[in-house]
């Protein structure tokens, strides 16, 4: 066991409209891991949420790591944990699959767990409750993933080189718990089918570098329909969605954020129509970014040589 170990987990924006919990896509904006054996456990935290990320009592990657060594048969073995966060916590934007995975890479590592990148990024996907998160952060890239059991099935594609992201975050969290308890139990057949039509868009979108394709593609009936009431910006930015040079517009995960797709020679007229959307939401932060193509497995992989 080396004494050391280092991991970088890319943020990530899942669903992108009709992909729900199918669809996510790495952001380069990250979780940056570090961590040595030591006496007792202590976290080092600057960045995003510092505050939170710094607590040892209630923290979610101590209590999934401390959780899988006992699960499997190891001594617990104390860290001390330097961390700097870029990924804000409750916005919809893959904190809790980067920690989780964090948590999981570490207990593999210093538990000696011998577990394969599969089954890492099964892990995660099972406590996330859905694959799509997890996937894009492990894997990087644009992500399809789809569980079977325990089973990820995940195919990648390294998103068009000329496409950026915009994020716009409002200044208060969102519970995905919240997110969820919104949505109805079931569907008409019509959105249904919707949905599996812009869905099967999206992933050839990304694929063929289609941006003429996004707005239909990143259009959805199962969740943002319902979400918009609880993620105020949603509503604002959406018919953005075919103008001012963005390609297209989605939540963020559960929200609150919104998910802007624009290339990279509109990116200020695309800045500007969103600022001039939220004029009255002036707490708001526009963040842009590119889409993320390494996921944390490449960097896992380097760490255990």
């Known amino acids: ?3 050391s170990f280092r991991l970088r987990l890319p943020a990530t924006s899942a669903n992108l ?3 729900f919990d199918a669809a996510a896509v790495a952001l380069s904006f990250f979780l940056e891991i570090e961590a040595d054996t030591a006496e007792e456990f202590s976290i080092a935290a600057s960045g995003r949420d510092r505050e939170r990320c710094g607590r040892t009592e209630d923290n979610l990657i101590l209590e999934i ?4 060594l006992t699960e499997n048969g190891r001594r617990v073995v104390p860290l001390a944990i330097r961390m700097v966060n870029g990924i804000p916590l409750g916005m919809g934007c893959g904190s809790s699959a980067a920690g989780r995975l964090a948590a999981i890479a570490l207990a593999v590592h210093f538990g000696e767990l011998g577990w394969s990148s599969d089954e890492i990024l099964e892990e995660a996907s099972a406590l996330e409750g859905h694959p799509d998160n997890a996937a894009a952060c492990w894997l990087g890239g644009f992500v399809i993933a789809a569980c079977e059991g325990r089973k990820v099935y995940a195919a990648r594609v390294a998103p068009p080189a000329e496409w950026r992201a915009i994020v716009v975050s409002p200044a208060h ?5 919240e997110a969820r308890g919104i949505l109805p139990e079931s569907y008409s057949r019509a959105d249904a089918v919707a949905n599996i039509q812009a869905a099967s868009l999206l992933g050839l979108a990304f694929a063929q570098g289609r941006g003429d394709l996004l707005r239909a593609a990143m259009s959805d009936r199962l969740h943002q329909p319902y979400r918009a009431a609880i993620c105020p910006l949603l509503p604002r930015l959406l018919p953005l969605a075919g103008s001012h040079g963005i390609l297209g517009a989605a939540l963020s995960g559960a929200g609150p954020s919104v998910l802007v797709i624009v290339e990279e020679k509109d990116l200020g007229m ?3 129509a969103i600022r001039q959307a939220l004029v009255d939401f002036p707490e708001s932060e526009i963040r842009d970014c590119r889409f993320e193509n390494a996921g944390a497995s490449q960097m896992f992989g380097q760490s255990q040589k």
């Open 65 to 68: 790591y401390k959780r899988l």
């Open 1 to 3: 066991m080396s004494a």
């Open 270 to 272: 695309a800045t500007e």
């Open 173 to 177: 969290p969102l519970a995905t718990t």
């Open 17 to 19: 409209g009709a992909g």
